[in-house]
Nanobody
Framework: QVQLVESGGGLVQAGGSLRLSCAASGRTFSSSAMGWFRRAPGKEREFVSAISWSGGTTRYADSVKGRFTISRDNAKNTVYLQMNSLKPEDTAVYHC?????????????????????WGQGTQVTVSS
């Protein structure tokens, strides 16, 4: 059974930092793109960031570019999201995602329907 488990969320003041982690189990994800989406209360789900299987290609939403950094450790089947200079508008539930294929692709989608597996999410709250 495929499982994605996020951790690292919490409450932080504006300007602070958090590091989210997502551990994948049930199959090997080292050959697939992984990423993060978020949903704020009353808003649509939105793409945050994603990374190719090798880590060679990354992609960011304009709203987080320059503040967030995505990385991965394939030996641990884990993807990370380092979030700096957090703003109240970053408050949301953050979901980890990955794909069932294609494998070993440099393509990194920014649309939710191209991801097959989703974690339950971790809450990030940024106070002003």
């Amino acid at each position: 059974q495929v499982q994605l488990v996020e951790s690292g969320g919490g409450l932080v003041q504006a300007g602070g930092s958090l590091r989210l982690s997502c551990a994948a189990s049930g199959r090997t994800f080292s050959s697939s793109a992984m990423g993060w989406f978020r949903r704020a209360p009353g808003k649509e789900r939105e793409f945050v960031s994603a990374i190719s299987w090798s880590g060679g290609t990354t992609r960011y939403a304009d709203s987080v570019k320059g503040r967030f950094t995505i990385s991965r450790d394939n030996a641990k089947n884990t993807v990370y999201l380092q979030m700096n200079s957090l703003k109240p508008e970053d408050t949301a539930v953050y979901h980890c995602v990955t794909r069932s294929g294609p494998y070993y692709s440099a393509y990194v989608p920014a649309v939710s329907y191209q991801y097959d597996y989703w974690g339950q999410g971790t809450q990030v709250t940024v106070s002003s």
